[in-house]
């Protein structure tokens, strides 16, 4: 039987752990991606971002976003994103149950298609 450790024990073997490894702006990427229903990257000086978020809001979603001109490896995820989107200014970048939709073209073209909320209830976004 093991006898419960202690603080100062739990403490030492933390210590002993190798540190995290620092996560790549592609590993960020799939991490938020594939942990939230709703990922808005963005950027605060930018109109678009705003609408954007606003749109996601207004139907009652509670998104994670992630604003690249406040993040420390915002150039290297706005590099990452590009190569989803294909656009030299992929902000903002939607992504909807781990799958990338688009910026906000293709997020309004969703919308006013009728087809924004079903894919929000469909990746659990949306409990209505």
């Not at 749109?55 to 998104?63: A, C, H, T, Y």
């Not at 992630?66 to 970048?93: C, N, T, W, Y």
Request: charged share 20%; no cysteine; proline share 7%.
């Amino acid at each position: 039987m093991n006898p419960l450790k202690s603080q100062t024990e739990i403490k030492e073997e933390s210590s002993s752990q190798p540190l995290e490894h620092k996560m790549t702006p592609d590993e960020i990427v799939q991490q938020l991606t594939s942990s939230y229903a709703v990922v808005i990257f963005s950027r605060n000086d930018f109109w678009m971002s705003r609408m954007v978020k606003h749109l996601i809001f207004s139907l009652g979603v509670g998104p994670k976003v992630v604003e690249l001109d406040e993040h420390v490896d915002g150039p290297g995820i706005r590099d990452v994103l590009r190569q989803f989107s294909g656009k030299p200014e992929p902000i903002p970048a939607i992504f909807i149950g781990g799958k990338f939709i688009g910026g906000v073209d293709s997020l309004v073209t969703y919308h006013l298609n009728n087809k924004l909320v079903p894919h929000l209830k469909e990746a659990g976004a949306l409990w209505l």
